[in-house]
């Protein structure tokens, strides 16, 4: 086979462990984005992303593929574009007040329209609203650049489902999805996909019905949090240990309850209510119990405030006289991605509030000025701990809690400390 000439539009945590496992796997590939400052640290082997490649870091890994030339970065996507035979945009698509915001999206697939050689192949991979590669890319494809697609250029919808943290290892055991309407397109899309997939490939020739079930697969688990959440809620009145009943559910073969947390974040779940809306209010539908999972998932960091007070206010502390320190600034546990991050609205809240708020995680790179260089130093003199996240395997905040205030408030979201272990004064409390 001949050797592939692979351009990925958006080098973020799809996009450059995609680029990389095609790179590993014999492909020439050239990552584009448009945050300059990501392309010059790229191209020095540096990436804040945690992935692992048999052993390696993507650290590692990077390196080795820009030494041998198989990966390459730039921010000159019609460039790119014109050395490739196959485009992939992971470029994603942002919400701003429930509204999906394209400009991003459509710039790069203006930059593949406008410089596509004929006879290539366009992947889409970003998460869409359903309809967008037929009736958005498709049309915007042929207008500029002046080919068909199914004859002489090809286009599919292969949607990630990749889980991060296991992103080298799941885009070659997770069954892969393809959209496309004509045979052509399924196949260059399959020979593709092969290239670093082990696992099954399902094809279906409507484009829009596998956007959306990616959509659904996310939104599932929307719901499912959100049913966890109110579990946890009458776990709690009742005064038991929702975590527990939870386990105990679950060992029920069909039955896969999840756990509960201060919130979701992440760049797929919280939008995926808002990709599936958007098509729902076109074709004149509404999605009440979607709309009212996404509510109630969107407002447990408030929920999470409020209990905070509350603690507090029985052992006779006022929030805004309180230093609150925080585990966890990540979307979720071991992860360096604080995008739509709960935990960064929760200490945003809380410092509105009045607080004084000391936040640690180990893996977050980003800077906020609530952010300190050591879990010791944010519970050194706190009043309260919220364990948001586990930041690394064994992580054990008990032996810090010494250094707090006097009646410390612990709250633990993740079911990691044993009561028994804690000053008798202070007031524990377990999501």
């Not at 804040?48 to 030494?67: C, F, M, P, R, W």
Request: proline residues 5%.
């Amino acid at each position: 086979m001949m050797k592939k000439n692979i351009t990925i539009f958006g080098q973020g945590y799809v996009g450059l462990p995609l680029s990389l496992s095609f790179a590993i796997n014999g492909c020439n590939v050239i990552g584009v984005d448009s945050d300059v400052a990501l392309c010059s640290n790229l191209s020095q082997g540096k990436t804040h992303q945690t992935e692992k490649y048999q052993g390696k870091s993507i650290q590692d890994v990077l390196k080795e593929q820009l030494d041998k030339g198989t990966y390459q970065i730039t921010s000159d996507g019609a460039w790119a574009v014109q050395q490739a035979d196959t485009i992939i945009v992971t470029v994603g698509i942002p919400v701003h007040d429930g509204i999906p915001f394209y400009d991003y999206f459509d710039a790069a697939c203006q930059t593949v329209a406008e410089n596509i050689n004929r006879g290539s192949l366009v992947l889409i991979r970003s998460t869409v609203v359903p309809g967008t590669t037929q009736n958005r890319c498709q049309s915007l494809l042929e207008d500029i650049s002046g080919y068909k697609t199914g004859l002489e250029i090809f286009l599919a919808y292969v949607p990630e489902r990749i889980a991060e943290g296991k992103a080298f290892e799941e885009f070659e055991t997770m069954p892969t999805l393809i959209g496309a309407s004509d045979i052509i397109s399924q196949q260059k899309a399959a020979e593709i996909i092969q290239i670093n997939s082990k696992a099954e490939i399902i094809i279906s020739d409507s484009p829009t019905a596998v956007e959306t079930s990616k959509v659904l697969e996310n939104l599932q688990r929307d719901a499912n949090i959100a049913i966890a959440q109110e579990f946890a809620r009458f776990a709690e009145a009742a005064g038991m240990n929702i975590f527990e009943v939870i386990h105990l559910a679950n060992t029920h073969k069909r039955v896969n309850i999840l756990n509960p947390g201060p919130g979701v974040g992440g760049y797929c779940i919280p939008n995926a209510f808002y990709y599936l809306n958007a098509r729902a209010q076109e074709l004149g539908l509404s999605l009440p119990l979607l709309e009212l999972a996404r509510k109630q998932n969107d407002q447990l960091p408030d929920w999470i405030c409020k209990k905070t007070v509350e603690l507090l206010r029985q052992n006779g502390k006022e929030l805004n006289h309180c230093k609150i320190a925080i585990a966890g600034l990540a979307m979720k546990d071991f992860s360096p991605d604080d995008r739509l991050s709960p935990a960064i609205d929760i200490c945003t809240k809380l410092m509105q509030s009045g607080a004084a708020v000391a936040a640690f995680d180990s893996n977050v790179s980003s800077q906020y000025p609530f952010k300190v260089e050591s879990f010791t130093e944010a519970v050194r003199d706190a009043d309260a701990l919220l364990i948001l996240n586990r930041l690394f395997e064994g992580f054990d905040p008990v032996p810090g809690i010494a250094s707090m205030a006097s009646r410390p408030v612990i709250m633990d979201t993740k079911n990691i400390i044993d009561p028994n272990l804690l000053p008798l004064e202070s007031i524990f409390w377990r999501l």
